[in-house]
């Protein structure tokens, strides 16, 4: 299992194979790519790049709901193509971005948390407005899904507002979590560029994955959230572990919270199961818990996150 001692060894990893590109190469191996790979504009006006996931039936003319996708630091928009698979198999049109400044090939911005949610509110726009795909998506169904820094981001967009300075003392108090720990070796926040408010009243509808610095959100914020969310907390995370990270969530929302906890689960259980050719170039992000099968939680997973949306924004 991955542990807040091992973070130098993991973040060196993951730089090396950021410097030789040996992460898309490895995921290119799964199967379940994106039926279009998109490119459109982020609020800065940078190029931010993404792919959509198409149902059965595309074209046919019945308005389709919207699942936007956010991933966690360092990660990209194939980060969980099992579950945006899953949804296109339910129905759903599913839309996922790299956030810039915060992905495999460029962490530089990473700390820029309250960034993410904007670059999100942007794809919506797009998939809304400018896309072309041969399916008209509902603008009155929009859901996002988010893991770890993703999981910040989407807890966010439905109106959480962010406070800076609790991290920041959270930090004094436990410099040894993870979190803490990667802030102070990237030399702390981003302050000058903190945005707490990032609500986006599209989004009807969340699952939040393993969410990240939980204990931010003010408890105003998450109690003025109305939508309903369904909250992930693995049982065994060492890199957000609690009880800072899914309860303040999970305790502090103001609407319907479907929340599991899964037993023997780690952080990176929430990942897409990885190929061969990944597990060999990254087993610090592949490796399961002995007698944890990634593989048939992401199966249970993707069963309960589509039945979720299919309650939530209604059938597609």
Same mark, same amino acid.
């Given at each position: 299992m991955q542990t807040p001692a091992? +973070? /130098?060894? +993991?973040l060196c990893a993951l730089f090396a194979f950021i410097l030789i590109g040996a992460l898309p190469d490895a995921a290119s191996a799964q199967s379940d790519a994106p039926d279009e790979i998109i490119q459109f504009?982020? /609020? @800065?006006g940078e190029t931010i790049e993404g792919g959509v996931w198409l149902p059965d039936g595309a074209g046919d @003319? *019945? +308005?389709r709901p919207l699942v936007v996708i956010s991933h966690g630091n360092s990660g990209w928009y194939r980060g969980h193509s099992d579950t945006a698979e899953a949804l296109t198999r339910a129905g759903f049109v599913v839309a996922a971005l790299t956030h810039p400044g915060d992905n495999f090939r460029d962490p530089s911005r990473g700390l820029r948390l309250t960034g993410r949610a904007p670059q999100l509110s942007a794809l919506i726009d797009y998939m809304t407005g400018t896309w072309t795909g041969p399916v008209e998506i509902d603008d009155a169904r929009i859901g996002a899904f988010g893991f770890s820094a993703g999981g910040f981001t989407v807890t966010s967009i439905i109106g959480g507002v962010s406070d800076a300075g609790a991290i920041q003392a959270h =930090? #004094? #108090?436990e410099p040894q979590v993870f979190a803490c720990r990667l802030i102070a070796m990237f030399g702390g926040l981003d302050l000058a560029n903190w945005r707490p408010e990032t609500h986006d009243a599209r989004v009807k509808a969340?699952?939040?994955a393993a969410p990240a610095l939980g204990l931010s959100f003010t408890d105003a914020s998450l109690a003025s959230v109305t939508v309903p969310v369904q909250l992930w907390q693995a049982a $065994? $995370?060492?890199i957000l572990p609690s009880p800072w990270n899914a309860e303040p969530v999970r305790d502090r929302l103001g609407g319907t919270v479907d929340y599991h906890r899964v037993e023997n689960a780690g952080h990176y259980d929430f990942l897409t199961p990885c190929a061969p050719e990944m597990r060999a170039a990254m087993p610090e +992000? =592949? *490796?399961s818990a002995p007698g944890f099968d990634r593989a048939a939680f992401k199966v249970a997973f993707n069963v309960e996150v589509v039945r979720f949306f299919r309650e939530a924004l209604g059938e597609p």
């Open positions: 091992s +973070l /130098p060894r +993991l504009s982020g /609020p @800065g @003319g *019945t +308005l =930090c #004094a #108090a969340a699952v939040i $065994d $995370d060492q +992000l =592949c *490796t």
